[in-house]
């Protein structure tokens, strides 16, 4: 039997749980009535949910379902929908990663370690005053505004899996985001030695210390700007260098209101970290920071290991432009986290799926082709599209069953080539046609 099966199984147990039941709710009344669209046809209708008006998207769902003829007013939906707490949601999607890594057999390690990476991405929202006033304005004062959430996620740069997703206030302080992540992120993926990637943005003195002091192994890119005299006192490109934390440092953080954090800079006096510089393809010195130990990572480790960080990129990407997280059903707050969080449980879904494929592919196809070939993610979002609520709805296991063999025999069907090295030339302000033909839409 399929793994991905089988965790499917295990969320179909959970939704019908009298505990899911209850952290579904808004209210403690809520969905304790029977109504033209109870709790778990409702989540469903978020899931399952293709981008058409709304009146079209009921229509469909109805006749999906086994109920052709049933309606109900978008007005009745809005309701229903602000019954629903999002954090049943994003159980799910938890739920989803929790199960996949107990799976051994598929998670992926490098040199023993789980690979997470930590970024931030604005979201744009439906511009009325109510978001605007819970998530704020992503635009200069004096212009007009443009309503934006700040999406933190902790993710998985080898099994592709999201394992901490937070919504925030358009301007929020994704270190701090990051730090809060990581304790709920372990309890997902068990008991597992684990390596976080940052960007450059997360460089900062109290990042060095707070990591250092967790003894959580850590990578992070040091701009030009940064720790400009510790790069200046590096004899060679790989050495232990010690960030002193001054009274200029401490001081700046008082200027800056962080009281405390200047306190624990002051208490603590520095910090000794691991400075790597390594040369990129493209001919450019970087800079990393690291506590990690030589004899595991040297530069040409450091250098891949810090490449993999660009899969968070990626995932944004996925979230964005093929699970059209910014596509929302709805305008209010409430009904903006659902389907996010319906957007990382069905993303979570897809990477396990296509991860499965993968593996079965390279296991039974003996072609050989001349590139790598990967699974098509797009066609794989579209295809369990298209698919959830018949397979939700099916009561025969086998009959069950054979639906998500079909599924993942369809996805494993279509491939892609991984060119390595490819690279384009930018075409900034240079426009494109308003459809592209080799970007389509799979649902």
């Known amino acids: 039997?399929?793994?991905?099966?089988?965790?499917?199984?295990?969320?179909?147990?959970?939704?019908?749980?009298?505990?899911?039941?209850?952290?579904?709710?808004?209210?403690?009344?809520?969905?304790?009535?029977?109504?033209?669209?109870?709790?778990?046809?409702?989540?469903?209708?978020?899931?399952?949910?293709?981008g058409k008006t709304l009146v079209m998207e009921l229509k469909t769902f109805f006749q999906q379902i086994g109920r052709k003829g049933a309606s109900i007013s978008k007005a009745g939906y809005s309701k229903q929908r602000q019954k629903l707490n999002p954090l049943a949601l994003k159980h799910l999607a938890d739920l989803r990663a929790s199960n996949f890594y107990k799976d051994a057999q598929m998670v992926k390690?490098?040199?023993?370690?789980?690979?997470?990476?930590?970024?931030?991405?604005?979201?744009?929202?439906?511009?009325?005053?109510?978001?605007i006033n819970k998530f704020g304005s992503a635009s200069r004062n004096g212009t007009k505004p443009q309503a934006q959430l700040g999406l933190g996620c902790m993710f998985d740069v080898l099994n592709m899996m999201i394992v901490g997703t937070t919504i925030n206030r358009v301007k929020f302080n994704e270190r701090q985001c990051a730090l809060d992540q990581m304790d709920y992120a372990e309890e997902l993926i068990g008991s597992r030695k684990v390596i976080y990637l940052f960007d450059r943005g997360y460089v900062s003195s109290e990042m060095f210390l707070e990591l250092s002091k967790q003894n959580r192994k850590f990578l992070i890119?040091?701009?030009?700007?940064?720790?400009?005299?510790?790069q200046a006192s590096m004899s060679s490109l790989d050495e232990e260098v010690t960030i002193e934390f001054t009274k200029s440092r401490v001081g700046a953080h008082r200027r800056n209101g962080n009281t405390q954090t200047a306190d624990r800079l002051e208490a603590a006096g520095s910090v000794q970290v691991r400075f790597v510089k390594v040369t990129l393809?493209?001919?450019?010195?970087?800079?990393?920071?690291?506590?990690?130990?030589?004899?595991?990572f040297d530069l040409e480790d450091i250098k891949y290991l810090y490449h993999l960080r660009w899969n968070?990129?990626?995932?944004?990407?996925?979230?964005?432009?093929?699970?059209?997280?910014?596509?929302?059903?709805?305008?209010?707050?409430?009904?903006?986290?659902?389907?996010?969080?319906?957007?990382?449980?069905?993303?979570?879904?897809?990477?396990?799926?296509?991860?499965?494929?993968?593996?079965?592919?390279?296991?039974?196809?003996?072609?050989?082709?001349?590139h790598r070939m990967t699974i098509n993610k797009n066609i794989a979002a579209g295809a369990l599209k298209e698919a959830v609520i018949e397979?939700?709805?099916?009561?025969?296991?086998?009959?069950?069953?054979?639906?998500?063999?079909?599924?993942?025999?369809?996805?494993?069907?279509?491939?892609?080539?991984i060119r390595d090295d490819?690279?384009?030339?930018?075409?900034?302000?240079?426009?494109?046609?308003?459809?592209?033909?080799?970007?389509?839409?799979?649902?």
């Open 312 to 370: 968070i990129e990626t995932a944004f990407d996925f979230l964005k432009n093929r699970l059209y997280i910014e596509n929302f059903s709805g305008t209010k707050p409430i009904i903006i986290e659902q389907d996010i969080y319906a957007a990382v449980y069905l993303s979570n879904i897809i990477q396990d799926m296509c991860i499965e494929a993968q593996m079965d592919f390279e296991r039974t196809n003996e072609k050989s082709y001349k």
């Open 1 to 50: 039997m399929k793994h991905t099966f089988i965790r499917a199984m295990m969320e179909l147990q959970e939704v019908r749980k009298q505990d899911f039941h209850v952290l579904c709710r808004v209210k403690p009344n809520h969905f304790t009535r029977n109504r033209k669209l109870p709790l778990k046809e409702l989540a469903l209708s978020i899931i399952a949910r293709k």
């Open 422 to 443: 490819r690279k384009y030339e930018r075409t900034k302000g240079r426009l494109s046609g308003k459809y592209s033909n080799v970007n389509k839409r799979s649902y």
């Open 221 to 230: 890119r040091v701009g030009a700007s940064n720790f400009k005299a510790e």
């Open 391 to 417: 397979f939700v709805i099916i009561q025969n296991i086998k009959q069950k069953q054979l639906l998500f063999e079909e599924i993942l025999g369809f996805i494993q069907a279509n491939i892609l080539p």
């Open 109 to 131: 390690l490098l040199c023993g370690y789980i690979v997470l990476a930590s970024d931030g991405s604005g979201i744009n929202l439906p511009n009325n005053d109510e978001n």
């Open 281 to 296: 393809d493209n001919g450019e010195m970087e800079c990393f920071a690291t506590n990690l130990e030589k004899e595991e």
